[in-house]
């Protein structure tokens, strides 16, 4: 992007006020679930929530095991029997274990409801899910998550993991596009 023409970005969570809620959610995922979990990352977009959210459930007196899971959504996206696909898969073994899911945004649920069938077909001992942002107005399933850190309007947030076109995933906030700039 040009200095001189940088997007401007509007501020809907502020870096301090993520943290302070991250805390807040450990908090509740370690009353809930045991110490010995199993911590699945969706990528791309849960990461930077992911690095986050696991150094506060060390605070919360949580060990984790991390893997990762790489998703795409394929077909029509104005179609409701859009499908999705796993495009990198976990390396560990999942049979009996307690895992806690972690993507960026719900939003129509088929991602997440896929991702926990899928992980209780291959004999999980539990699932639950962990979103930093929930799009309430856009669900085309009956998925709803286990915790999440806030409620998202619905338009379109970057930020924090979140990109735009593969852009703007490293800022420490979320907030709306208000003007993209030359090259994004
Ligand atoms: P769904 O719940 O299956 O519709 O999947 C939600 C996915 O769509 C997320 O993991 C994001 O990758 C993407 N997504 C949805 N809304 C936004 C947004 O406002 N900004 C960036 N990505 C989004
Ligand atoms: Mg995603």
Same mark, same amino acid.
């Given at each position: 992007? @040009?200095?001189?023409d940088?997007?401007?970005?509007e501020?809907?969570y502020?870096?301090?006020?993520?943290?302070?809620?991250?805390?807040?959610?450990?908090?509740?995922?370690?009353a809930?679930?045991?110490?010995? =979990?199993?911590?699945?990352a969706?990528?791309?977009?849960?990461?930077v929530?992911?690095?986050d959210l696991?150094?506060?459930?060390?605070?919360a007196?949580? @060990?984790?095991q991390?893997?990762f899971?790489?998703?795409?959504?394929?077909?029509?996206?104005?179609?409701?029997?859009? @499908?999705?696909?796993?495009t990198?898969? =976990?390396?560990d073994?999942?049979?009996?274990?307690?895992?806690?899911? =972690?993507?960026?945004?719900?939003?129509?649920?088929?991602?997440?409801s896929f991702?926990?069938?899928?992980?209780?077909a291959?004999?999980?001992?539990?699932?639950?899910?962990?979103?930093?942002?929930?799009?309430?107005?856009?669900?085309?399933?009956?998925?709803?998550?286990?915790?999440?850190?806030?409620?998202?309007?619905?338009?379109?947030?970057v930020?924090y993991?979140l990109?735009?076109?593969?852009?703007?995933?490293?800022?420490?906030y979320?907030?709306?596009?208000?003007?993209?700039g030359?090259e994004?």
């Amino acid at each position: 992007m @040009n200095a001189g023409d940088k997007p401007e970005i509007e501020v809907l969570y502020a870096s301090g006020e993520i943290a302070k809620r991250i805390e807040e959610l450990a908090e509740d995922i370690a009353a809930s679930m045991g110490p010995d =979990i199993l911590v699945i990352a969706i990528l791309k977009g849960s990461f930077v929530f992911a690095a986050d959210l696991i150094r506060a459930l060390h605070h919360a007196g949580i @060990n984790p095991q991390i893997d990762f899971m790489a998703l795409s959504s394929y077909g029509d996206k104005t179609v409701s029997s859009g @499908n999705v696909v796993i495009t990198r898969d =976990i390396v560990d073994p999942v049979a009996g274990r307690q895992i806690l899911l =972690i993507d960026d945004i719900l939003e129509s649920g088929r991602t997440l409801s896929f991702a926990t069938g899928e992980l209780i077909a291959r004999g999980a001992g539990m699932v639950k899910t962990c979103l930093m942002l929930d799009k309430k107005g856009k669900r085309v399933t009956d998925f709803e998550a286990d915790f999440v850190g806030f409620d998202c309007p619905d338009r379109f947030v970057v930020g924090y993991g979140l990109d735009y076109a593969h852009y703007f995933r490293e800022l420490p906030y979320i907030g709306y596009i208000v003007r993209r700039g030359t090259e994004a």
